[in-house]
C-alpha cells in the first residue's frame, strides 16, 4: 500500500468501497503513522487501537456484504473535547484526566454511524482556549512543516495530524478561529460551519453561543463528505437548527463563475504580515481567473471582533466551567478541609493558567457593576457587528480575506503575552460572533510555512463557501503539499 496515507479521504472511502485495501489494513498502516510520529508531534492524547482494529474488521464485513456506509471503514480523529463513550475526554486539560464520558458526543455518533473508525483523540489547548495549543495539559503540539513552531490552535492536535497525514480527517471545533486558524499554519483545508449546522450535544461547552464543531482536512472536497455526515438536526441541542443537511459533495460543482467576492478591507490592515498578503492577493487573481467579481467592501465594526470577544467568551466560559468543582467532575484536590477547600483546590490545582485567566476575567465582567459597562456593551457591538455582514451579504455572495495575520510562529513565542496571542484570531473572530460559515484554504508558502484564504458566507451557504473553495482546488495543488519528511 505505497503512497496510501497521501490520499485524500474521498479517494481512500472510494478504495474501500472498490476493496482495493481493507480497513483493517489502513487502519493499521495510519495507526503506525500515528506512533511513529508521536514524540515529534505530540498531536494526540489518547490512541484507541484495539478499538479502532475492532471497528476496522467490522467495516470489512460490512463492505463484503454491500451494507457499507459512506464513510465505512475510514480512519478519522476526534479533537479531545468530544464525548466519547467509553474512552477518555480530557478537553486537554489536568482537570478532566480522568473522566471517561458515559455517552457519544452526536458528532461522534454519527461519524460512526456513517462507518468512520475512531483512530485516537487529538491533543489541543486546555478547554480550547489558546491558538497555539500550548495551553495543553499533555504538553503543546508541533508543527509539522517546523517543530519549533505552534500548529495553530486551540485544534493544533487535528491540525498536525491531517497535514501529517497522520489522519486523513478530523473533528475539531472554532468559537473564535480555532478550526481556521490551525489550518491556515498547517496548510490544510477546515471549515467552521454556521451556528447551529453541527450539534453541539457532547461538545464540551467553553462559549457556548461561539463554539461549533467542524473538519479538518486535505481538500475541500473532503471537508464535505465529512460534513455532509456530521451536520444536521439534534433534539439534544436547543441551538440546532431544524433545517435540511444539502448533499455538501453533489454541490461542489457548482460553478464559481458570476460569483460575487467581497474583499473585506478591515482584513488588510497594518497587522498584516506583506508576504502573507501577497499570497491572498495571489489567491484572489485566481478567483478573478476562474471568473468571479472582486469588490472591496468595509465592515466598520469588525475591528472590534477581538475586545467583544474576549468579554463575551470569557464571560460565558466562566459559566460553563462553573459545574467542574471537585464533586460531579474530574480532578479532586486530597484531603479537603471543608467544601470550600474543596472547590478551591480543586478548581486551583485542576485548571491551567489561561483558563483561570478566562474564568477571572468572564466573572469580572458579569459581575454587578461591571455587566452593562462589559459585557451588555460587548453584546451591543456583537450585534453592530452582525449588521455589518448582513449589510454586506445584501451585495456580495462570499466574503474573502487572510485567516491569520502571519505564518506558525515559534513555541514559547507568545505565551507570556496574552494579548498578542489573541490577536491572532483577528480575522476570525467576526464570523463567530455572527454565527456565520467560514472556510480556510491553503494558497501558498512565506519561506516555506503554509498560508490561508479565508472565505465567509451567509448562514447556511457551507455548500457555496465549500464549492468556491473546490474550485480553487481543481486548478492550484497548494492543498496537496504534504511536509517535508512526511510525504
Ligand atoms: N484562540 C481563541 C481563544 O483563545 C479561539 C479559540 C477557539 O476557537 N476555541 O479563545
Known amino acids: 500500500m505505497s503512497g496510501w496515507h497521501t490520499g485524500t479521504l474521498t479517494e481512500l472511502a472510494a478504495g474501500l468501497r472498490a476493496r482495493k485495501f481493507s480497513s483493517v489494513e489502513l487502519v493499521r498502516a495510519f495507526l503506525a503513522r500515528i506512533d511513529a510520529n508521536q514524540a515529534t508531534l505530540n498531536a494526540f492524547i489518547s490512541v484507541t487501537r484495539e478499538q479502532a482494529l475492532a471497528e476496522a474488521a467490522a467495516a470489512d464485513r460490512a463492505l463484503a456484504a454491500g451494507g457499507a456506509g459512506a464513510l465505512t471503514g475510514v480512519p478519522i480523529a476526534h479533537k479531545d473535547i468530544f464525548c466519547t463513550q467509553g474512552v477518555r475526554t480530557t478537553c486537554g486539560s489536568r482537570m478532566l484526566d480522568n ?113 461549533q464543531g467542524g473538519v479538518l482536512t486535505a481538500s475541500a472536497a473532503d471537508a464535505a463528505l465529512l460534513l455532509r455526515e456530521m451536520a444536521g438536526f439534534d433534539a439534544n441541542d436547543s441551538t440546532s437548527v431544524d433545517t435540511p443537511v444539502p448533499d455538501y459533495v453533489a454541490a461542489l460543482e457548482e460553478p464559481l463563475a458570476g460569483l460575487k467576492v467581497g474583499l473585506l478591507r478591515e482584513f488588510f490592515d497594518k497587522g498584516l504580515d506583506a508576504h502573507n498578503e501577497q499570497r491572498v492577493r495571489e489567491a484572489l487573481k485566481v478567483y478573478e481567473q476562474l471568473g468571479a467579481r472582486l469588490t472591496e467592501v468595509s465592515l466598520p465594526n469588525l475591528p472590534l471582533s477581538v475586545p467583544v470577544y474576549y468579554v463575551v467568551a470569557p464571560a460565558e466560559c466562566s459559566s460553563n466551567l462553573a459545574r467542574f468543582d471537585g464533586v460531579r467532575f474530574g480532578y479532586r ?6 467544601l470550600t477547600d474543596l472547590y478551591s483546590r480543586s478548581r486551583g490545582e485542576g485548571f491551567g493558567t489561561e483558563v483561570k485567566r478566562r474564568i477571572m476575567t468572564g466573572t469580572y465582567v458579569l459581575s454587578a457593576g461591571y455587566y452593562d459597562a462589559y459585557y451588555l456593551k460587548a453584546q451591543r457591538v456583537r450585534q453592530l457587528i452582525n449588521a455589518d455582514f448582513t449589510r454586506a451579504f445584501g451585495s456580495v455572495d462570499v466574503l474573502m480575506g487572510p485567516t491569520t495575520p502571519t505564518p506558525a510562529f515559534a513555541i514559547g513565542a507568545k505565551t507570556s503575552d496574552p494579548i498578542t496571542m489573541y490577536l491572532n484570531d483577528i480575522y476570525t473572530i467576526g464570523a463567530n460572533l455572527a454565527g456565520l460559515p467560514a472556510v480556510s484554504i491553503p494558497c501558498g508558502f512565506v519561506q516555506g510555512l503554509p498560508v490561508g484564504l479565508q472565505i465567509v458566507g451567509p448562514h447556511f451557504s457551507e455548500a457555496r463557501v465549500l464549492s468556491a473553495a473546490h474550485a480553487f482546488q481543481r486548478v492550484t495543488d497548494w492543498h496537496t503539499r504534504v511536509p517535508p519528511g512526511y510525504a
Open 99 to 211: 473522566f471517561v464520558a458515559p455517552y457519544d458526543a452526536t458528532v461522534v455518533a454519527k461519524l460512526k454511524g456513517a462507518g468512520a473508525v475512531m483512530l485516537g483523540k487529538t491533543n489541543m489547548d486546555e478547554f480550547a482556549m489558546g491558538s497555539s495549543s500550548e495551553t495543553s495539559f499533555y504538553g503543546p503540539v508541533r508543527n509539522p512543516w517546523n517543530p519549533q513552531l505552534v500548529p495553530g490552535g486551540s485544534s493544533g492536535g487535528s491540525a498536525a495530524a491531517v497535514a501529517a497525514r497522520l489522519i486523513p480527517g478530523a473533528t475539531a471545533t472554532d468559537t473564535g478561529g480555532s478550526i481556521r486558524q490551525p489550518a491556515a499554519l498547517c496548510g490544510i483545508t477546515g471549515i467552521k460551519p454556521t451556528y447551529g449546522r453541527v450539534s453541539r450535544y457532547g461538545m464540551i461547552a467553553f462559549a457556548s453561543s461561539l463554539d
Open 333 to 338: 484536590c486530597e484531603n479537603p478541609r471543608d
